[in-house]
């Protein structure tokens, strides 16, 4: 490949919209182009990365006994009706109308369409267990999209399906997927990925793994014990929290509480750590807008995917109207009127002497003992683990946070979608069951982005040389010498005729700029020839990541490329 012929800008400037490094490099150098908001074309050195990405993806899919397919991109809405899935997922999913009225979705995630396209096919238990996957560009009307490719709208995904006739051939199965997975992200060069336990979300399934590249500019939050290893999603992460009740309990008492609102100012008038308080957060169901109130320590947050996924339904924080007869930022769980869902956080069980809304405006009440003022309820989990917290799996007080890039993720989905779209087969007793799924998903444009975010300088990306643009930059420094030319074409040649992957830069322009656009492409290995290097009949060699510096004779440059490569 001819540089001049290379079609896309390269320009020094960072675009003022780009937050984080890669999205920056990205459009500096020429790998693609903003088309509308959370959308972008790719150009050449990005579609050559991504295709490699691919292609490992396949070798390592291949591999474990995948069979690509190909789902459509539309798809019918009576699918998502069957599964359920039309209704309780949001504005994410986008609807639309054909010509003749019939309703459709654009696919942002394929489950659906895998199932419509085995059920007739896998009656028998014969046919198990198998798994189909597909690569292949999805939309998701993402509310926020940011970071360039990190979270976009449209983008290319591999998404898989595993099918089988039991949870221990899911299992096995699943870790076959996991180590695929791992070997995906070493050959990719981001071999520091890890794995942790996650949320489900709209998947489904009761156990899921998200693939993890630590980053300060992740969005995910990621829970670690410095002690176990334990590591999981801040979304699925078990909190762990112990109380000691004092020995006596004070009456419940209503104190007069004037301006004071939060749970500082709280702690501050009645001169108690946050620990001693109960918190009130309320939220609103989004289907009818009815309240829900849940309490919680004060020193604590709720973390509310835990809570939708207990209660089973989507919510919003609630806006607190006259209408509702909750007292705004007094809200306390003794004598709380009855018309609401009241929820108590495990860090409430075994405590006394707390202070509380007082369910009236400028009034909070002390004294607070739960078992004895409001009776036995039941505890659940709702709380974000807190960084120095109590780790679930070692019970050590060595829980870290740190923030992560999601690159992969995979789910055991049970009968969720095969029950719901009556996929059904006949087993070896002849009793009709329901096959058990897994689904693993990688998107192509995330994971490019990821390793240019933690492989490159203040010059541009350092690309892996197994999914670098090209595998060789010749740089031809004074191609209006005869002699620079020459040895430049030749080199060319016989480079291409050994298979290697080539850019060739012989524009007529200045070393710096001619290396500054090098940089920006990010290849491995850089070949100078230049006057200075021909007076030494040699050519300079030179590493994207500059660990490689060396001279070698002309005739042995092709030799040592092979090599180096």
């Not at 020459?486 to 050994?498: D, G, H, I, P, R």
């Amino acid at each position: 490949m001819k540089f001049e012929k290379l079609v896309g800008e390269r320009f020094k400037e960072r675009p003022s919209d780009c937050v984080i490094d890669s999205h920056a490099l990205m459009i500096r150098g020429g790998y693609m182009k903003y088309v509308g908001n959370g959308i972008y074309s790719s150009l050449l050195p990005l579609k050559r990365i991504t295709r490699k990405i691919e292609q490992i993806i396949r070798e390592e899919m291949d591999g474990i006994d995948g069979q690509e397919v190909q789902f459509p991109v539309v798809m019918p809405a009576s699918l998502w009706q069957e599964s359920g899935r039309y209704e309780s997922i949001g504005s994410e999913l986008v609807r639309f109308n054909d010509r003749n009225k019939n309703p459709l979705v654009l696919g942002m995630t394929h489950e659906e369409a895998a199932v419509q396209l085995v059920r007739d096919y896998a009656q028998s238990y014969s046919k198990y267990p198998f798994m189909v996957y597909q690569i292949q560009t999805k939309f998701r009307d993402e509310a926020r999209p940011r970071g360039g490719l990190i979270r976009v709208r449209e983008f290319t995904m591999k998404d898989a399906y595993s099918f089988h006739t039991s949870q221990s051939d899911l299992g096995d199965y699943y870790d076959r997927c996991h180590h695929a997975y791992e070997r995906i992200f070493t050959r990719v060069g981001i071999p520091e990925v890890i794995s942790v336990a996650s949320d489900s979300g709209m998947m489904g399934g009761n156990i899921s793994h998200e693939f993890m590249l630590m980053t300060s500019i992740g969005e995910d939050s990621i829970v670690i014990c410095r002690g176990c290893g334990y590591k999981a999603n801040m979304e699925a992460a078990d909190s762990v929290i112990y109380n000691e009740r004092d020995t006596v309990s004070n009456k419940i008492t209503l104190v007069h509480t004037p301006n004071i609102h939060t749970i500082e100012e709280v702690c501050g008038f009645f001169n108690i750590t946050k620990e001693k308080s109960c918190k009130a957060v309320a939220y609103q169901r989004n289907s009818d807008d009815s309240y829900i109130v849940v309490l919680i320590r004060g020193d604590l947050d709720v973390n509310e995917t835990k809570l939708t996924n207990h209660l089973g339904f989507d919510i919003h924080a609630a806006t607190i109207v006259d209408e509702c007869e909750l007292a705004a930022g007094y809200i306390g769980p003794y004598l709380l009127n009855n018309n609401y869902s009241v929820l108590y956080d495990k860090s409430l069980e075994n405590t006394n002497n707390l202070v509380c809304g007082g369910n009236v405006i400028e009034y909070h009440y002390t004294g607070l003992d739960i078992q004895r003022d409001i009776g036995n309820v039941m505890y659940h989990d709702f709380v974000k683990i807190q960084d120095g917290g109590i780790c679930p799996c070692c019970g050590k007080e060595s829980i870290s946070i740190s923030r992560g890039i999601e690159v992969g993720n995979i789910f055991q989905l049970g009968t969720k979608y095969t029950k719901s779209m009556n996929m059904t087969y006949i087993d070896k007793e002849g009793t009709i069951q329901y096959p058990i799924m897994g689904c693993y998903g990688i998107g192509i444009g995330r994971l490019a982005a990821s390793v240019c975010e933690v492989h490159h300088d203040d010059f541009g990306p350092i690309w892996p040389m197994a999914i670098a643009p090209w595998q060789v930059h010749i740089c031809a420094v004074r191609s209006d010498d005869n002699a620079v030319k020459e040895c430049a074409n030749n080199l060319y040649e016989e480079l291409l005729s050994s298979g290697i992957e080539v850019i060739y830069d012989d524009r007529a322009v200045s070393a710096g700029v001619m290396f500054s656009d090098a940089d920006l492409l990010g290849v491995p290995l850089r070949i100078i020839v230049s006057p200075r290097n021909l007076k030494e009949s040699c050519c300079e060699i030179v590493s994207r990541d500059k660990t490689i510096l060396i001279k070698v004779a002309l005739d042995l440059t092709n030799e040592k490329i092979l090599e180096l490569v």
